[in-house]
């Protein structure tokens, strides 16, 4: 549950911080699940696995390995086939039916919400050893609004992203960065490089603050509240989850991706919603390519 105040808050500024939300019990599981996931990648690449999940990664990426793409609960935006990996188990699904999240999104969106198909995991390595070319989501992240990165039938949807740390986030190590929302807020142009980025010219430097937020917090985001998040210039790997709920009925704006209802409850099954991922990439990998975004790099507003 949100107070008042902390709703009042968000609808002014158009994001929240809020500390001690997720219980160390399922970033515990979250940590021994991807541990597993992980496992058949670090041994193929003849890595032994290290004490934590982290420190696995840190070898496996240090050995050149592709390693987000078989992390992530979501298929990529660039062309799915049959064998594109995910990752959907049953801690990543007590994450989305966390019972401290939903109570806090209920406070914003009411009693029937339902889990939107647009969440990421994202492991920043430290970015001296991140490959330009890498995915988007282990590098610093532009700045953009997340309304504009789902497709223009949701632009009314009522819909609230829930940024969880599972690592401490710091101005160093790249925590989010936002320019609070204005009260008419309105979508900016979006230019498609190698991510889907706001030009600078539209955007106000000076008002921009650091969300640092310790592992278990989180952060609320309103779809039109304009973030990003810096570089990773520490030493250590930051790692979070970006969730999206929204009121249920309205369209997700990935049509071609699962969603399902978390409240009420009860949520279906973890095994149900991982089928409908794989019946999702069947189904993409079989029919031509949908971009996931509306923009396109030849409008004026991206010269
Ligand atoms: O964690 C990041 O780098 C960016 C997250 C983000 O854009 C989001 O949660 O919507
Ligand atoms: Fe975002």
Redesign the pocket.
Known sequence: MLTTEQIEAFRRDGYLVIEDVVPSGLRDALEQEYRRVLAPIAARAAISAQPSFLETLRAVHGAGVDWFQALDISLPGTQIDIKTPFHYGPAVHDLLTCPQVLAIVQSLLGSEVTSNPIQHI?I?PPSRTVARDAPVHTTE?AW?Q?RAVAHAEADDTDMV?V?VAMTNATPAN?C?LVQPKEADQEMLPHCPLNQTAIPARFLERSRRRPLPVKAGGIIL?DPMTP?A?GPNVSDGLRW?F?LRYQRTGAPTGRAQFPSFPVLPGPAPDWRSVRDRWREARTACAAAPHIPIHRWTSTSPQCA
Do not use: I, P, Q
């Open positions: 994202r920043k992240t953009h997340d992203t940024w790249g989010l985001l973030h998040a979070s970006d």
